[in-house]
T-cell receptor, first 113, second 112 residues
Framework: DGGITQSPKYLFRKEGQNVTLSCEQNLNHDAMYWYRQDPGQGLRLIYY???????QKGDIAEGYSVSREKKESFPLTVTSAQKNPTAFYLC????????????FGPGTRLTVT | GNSVTQMEGPVTLSEEAFLTINCTYT??????LFWYVQYPGEGLQLLLK?????DKGSNKGFEATYRKETTSFHLEKGSVQVSDSAVYFC???????????FGAGTILRVKS
């Protein structure tokens, strides 16, 4: 079955540590996205990538970094510079057509204490 | 810039009641419009979409019509079930930015 996987489902870290969230897709999609969701709030775009080895900042990129070395993979690193990293992180992918319909992974809930 | 405005929730309904969740948008050009649903602790799932004016998207008893004249894409369902309790997001495609723009989401709670 084609889809997007995010691992782990729950992640706990101590303040001051960098942490990398995994996102893999086998849909053969060119574009991939990372969103942050806080309780009771909508989605905020962190980074997105339209093609391998290229990515753009979204609305809240500060304190985050990404890489896109393979079409299937778009890992997100939450650095110690991110002031409030505890949140639900969602990865998505889409075909590069005119609609940009996105398919989402199940999410990773990151808790930093 | 492009934006999406949804009615604030939570919306609380009894089972078998009629549902409307309002969504209006501001966009240049002719975006595609989407409704996504998020169940507790999960990612978003595409519920329905419409790619041009007057198109009606439908799925699982939900419907929404792309109204260009009122820049709206309201979600409706004739008879809701407890299992419809979730957060619903309206979104539009930002072709210039190659991404989707989401509304803030509307929580729906259905009581038995």
């Amino acid at each position: 079955d084609g889809g997007i996987t995010q691992s782990p489902k729950y992640l706990f870290r101590k303040e001051g540590q960098n942490v990398t969230l995994s996102c893999e897709q086998n849909l053969n999609h060119d574009a991939m996205y990372w969103y942050r969701q806080d309780p009771g709030q909508g989605l905020r775009l962190i980074y997105y990538s339209q093609i391998v080895n290229d990515f753009q900042k979204g609305d809240i990129a500060e304190g985050y970094s990404v890489s896109r070395e393979k079409k299937e993979s778009f890992p997100l690193t939450v650095t110690s510079a991110q002031k409030n990293p505890t949140a639900f992180y969602l990865c998505a992918s889409s075909i590069r057509d005119t609609n940009y319909e996105q398919y989402f992974g199940p999410g990773t809930r990151l808790t930093v204490t | 810039g492009n934006s999406v405005t949804q009615m604030e929730g939570p919306v609380t309904l009894s089972e078998e009641a009629f549902l409307t969740i309002n969504c209006t948008y501001t966009a240049t050009g002719y975006p595609s419009l989407f409704w996504y649903v998020q169940y507790p602790g999960e990612g978003l799932q595409l519920l329905l979409k419409a790619t041009k004016a007057d198109d009606k998207g439908s799925n699982k008893g939900f419907e929404a019509t792309y109204r260009k004249e009122t820049t709206s894409f309201h979600l409706e369902k004739g008879s809701v079930q407890v299992s419809d309790s979730a957060v619903y997001f309206c979104a539009l495609s930002d072709r210039r930015g190659n991404k989707l723009v989401f509304g803030a989401g509307t929580i729906l709670r259905v009581k038995s």
